[in-house]
């Protein structure tokens, strides 16, 4: 199977190469040639299969340039028991006496997170991927962040010989136990750095420092060659479609759904990579009816789901689920050029308006298109926070500000369509990542005010009964290894001091 890019560069490239490359020459980003089958018989011989064994024989439909058992050994690692526990991705009926709602549980991994679900196995196959092409360059991931991807990139490749990894994080824009989280990462291949801005910032930072080819010369002529654990990189969204797989063959071996029933998938979205992902299992062969993209304040994809009309130009807000303060989703261009049937000359022209004008709209037939599927929604805080007692109160579950986003969409969505489709909700984080936005949603406004971050969290998990994790104990004790704090302009040169000394 080949890689081509969204926006037409002529070449193809093999996964390895993609994964190492990150995103395509012209700017555009990885998509498979053609999107891989499951056959009714991979579909049988996986209920009996582990999550680390779903995963990779998803994957080895994508990446052909591996064997399925080298994928074996990775996916064993990257999913072993010592760092996820026994069940890494738990999917939890909500209510006993209620079949309809799964939440998938993403989050056991060692940052807390569902990223942690990619960003373990990417390393392997990085690393893999730069012996078998014989690559002897030294790989700086670089990585914007909306908070979670950086630690969960940072302990993937923390001190992972041959790789250095650079985070940049937007100040303020990340929780307090995010960015505890980030500058305490020990490791000698770590760095991490607060960028004056909002994630977009960063992000635009980023991309302009991957598409800067003298610069990139520089680098590579110093012996290091620039990557990207970002949802933009295919490496990173690959591993998400299995979950999506594994949730559904889960449904179907325990009887909750029967053969060929189609499922609502639910996805609170920022970038768009994790609802992608989803739509990849779709496409695979997974019956699926709606996938509910749920944002938050900022309700960029909202708005382009209601009216085909994407625009950044509007004002950006701070919210309690800052993993999904995201103004451009980078992995909506995948889906436009999917759903145009790769179409490039149109993306490409989309691309080009949003990066100039920020704003570009697509015809009437790709907006039908997309309509029949996606359905869009927004919350603001106040909505967020009635949504996790709301959820507690029913059943009990506390659920994260970025997992609400998530139920309030669906909840609205349920009683407007009388759907009563099996839904799986996907929960990005564990509640203890936000700790005061839920416990002030539990205990009421202002519970969290004066207190420790270590206060709330132990009061959390008093009312919960869950165990804190490993990831957010004692975090506010560790020692503060990464200080730095530079405008967004300054972001190249503080690349090439960091790599080239
Ligand atoms: C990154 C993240 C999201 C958004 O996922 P995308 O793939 O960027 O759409 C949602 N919730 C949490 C907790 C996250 O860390």
Known sequence: MKYISTRGYEGKFTAQEAIIKGIAPDGGLFVPESIPLLTDDDIEQMKTMQFCEIS??????YLDDFSESELLGYT???????KWGENPIPLVQLNSYNER??????WHGPTCAFKDVALQLLPHLMTASMKKTGESKKICILTATSGDTGKAALEGFKDLPGTEIIVFYPTGGVSEAQKLQMITTTGDNTHVVAVNGCFDDAQTGVKKIFSDSAFNDELNAGGIKLSSANSINWGRL???IAYYVYAYVELLRTEKIAKGEAINIVV????????????FAKQMGIPVRKLICASNKNKVLCDFFSSGKYDRNREFFKTTSPSMDILISSNLERLLFEITDGDFKQVSEWMRELNTEGVYKVDEKTLKKMQMLFVGGFADDTGVTKTILDVYDRTDNVVD???AVGFNIYNRY?????DETKTVFASTASPFKFSPAVMDAIRGEGFSEGKSNDEIIKALSDESGLEIPAAIKDLSSKPVLHKDVIDKEQMQEKVRSILLG
Request: hydrophobic share 35%; no cysteine.
């Open 401 to 403: 500000t970025h997992t």
């Open 76 to 82: 064993r690692e990257a999913y072993s028991e010592e």
């Open 56 to 61: 990779a024989r998803v994957l080895s439909k």
């Open 101 to 106: 709602e799964y939440i998938l549980e993403l």
């Open 238 to 240: 690959a591993p998400q």
């Open 268 to 279: 609170p979205t920022g970038n768009f990579g994790n609802i992608l992902a989803a739509w």
């Open 414 to 418: 349920h009683s407007r369509s009388g």
